[in-house]
């Protein structure tokens, strides 16, 4: 069955610090993966997403994400954290050909200090 | 933004009551969706449309029904509604694009149902 793996529940960083947050997928074919970002109270706002091709992406508001399909993870990545970017991250795989037919994980609670 | 509409934003609603929400789309997207948004569950798909009158099951379709008459709408229905149902409901859009290009899914900013 297919399955979305968020570890971390919740993180906490220093504004300026480097953030990675980790997922890891269980699909059987080869996975379309998106991050997804949401704001209290708002609608999910994508981050960037893998198709196909180079295995690093990069995405909106200075994030990046890279695909190893050895580890099936798509861990998102950013170098300098800003206080707005405090919010619950999504990570979701694809299924079939229509993109929003998406399994997520269960969200990782990003706070920053400051 | 996606010209996505959710209506309500919130309710609050009584036990076995009827209750349909209502998604409205304006960028003529082919495929329609609806999930619901629970604590340490993330978001999971209920039913999703891939034309008119065309819809299909999710992973969570038990107590739900979706009807889409129009291209532009999508109604949710909760035909008894339980406590269990109380959550955050999103919809969302994608398109098969041109050029056997796809897009990916844009969310609405959702709606609050409270069954009490």
């Known amino acids: 069955a297919q399955s979305v793996t968020q570890p971390d529940i919740h993180i906490t960083v220093s504004e300026g610090a480097s953030l990675e947050l980790r997922c890891n997928y269980s699909?059987?074919?080869?996975?379309?993966l998106f991050w997804y970002v949401q704001s209290p109270g708002q609608g999910l706002q994508l981050l960037l997403k893998?198709?196909?091709?180079?295995?690093l992406v990069q995405g909106i508001k200075g994030f990046e994400a890279e695909f190893k399909r050895s580890q099936s993870s798509f861990n998102l990545r950013k170098p300098s954290v800003h206080w707005s970017d405090a919010a619950e991250y999504f990570c979701?795989?694809?299924?079939?050909?229509?993109?929003?037919?998406?399994?997520f994980g269960r969200g990782t609670q990003l706070t920053v200090w400051p | 933004d996606a010209g996505i509409t959710q209506s309500p934003r919130h309710k609050v609603t009584e036990t076995g009551t009827p209750v349909t929400l209502r998604c409205h789309q304006t960028e003529n997207h082919r495929y329609m969706y609806w999930y619901r948004q629970d604590p340490g569950h993330g978001l999971r798909l209920i039913h999703y449309?891939?034309?008119?009158?065309?819809?299909d099951k999710g992973e969570v379709s038990d107590g739900y029904s979706v009807s889409r008459s129009k291209t532009e709408d999508f109604l949710l229905t909760l035909e008894s509604a339980t406590s269990s149902q109380t959550s955050v409901y999103f919809c969302?859009?994608?398109?098969?694009?041109?050029?056997?290009?796809?897009?990916?899914?844009?969310f609405g900013q959702g709606t609050r149902l409270t069954v009490v």
């Open positions: 449309s891939y034309g008119v009158k065309d819809t």
């Open positions: 969302a859009i994608s398109d098969s694009g041109g050029a056997g290009g796809r897009t990916e899914a844009f």
């Open positions: 893998y198709f196909s091709g180079d295995t």
């Open positions: 699909y059987g074919a080869t996975p379309y």
């Open positions: 979701a795989v694809g299924r079939g050909s229509t993109l929003g037919r998406l399994y």
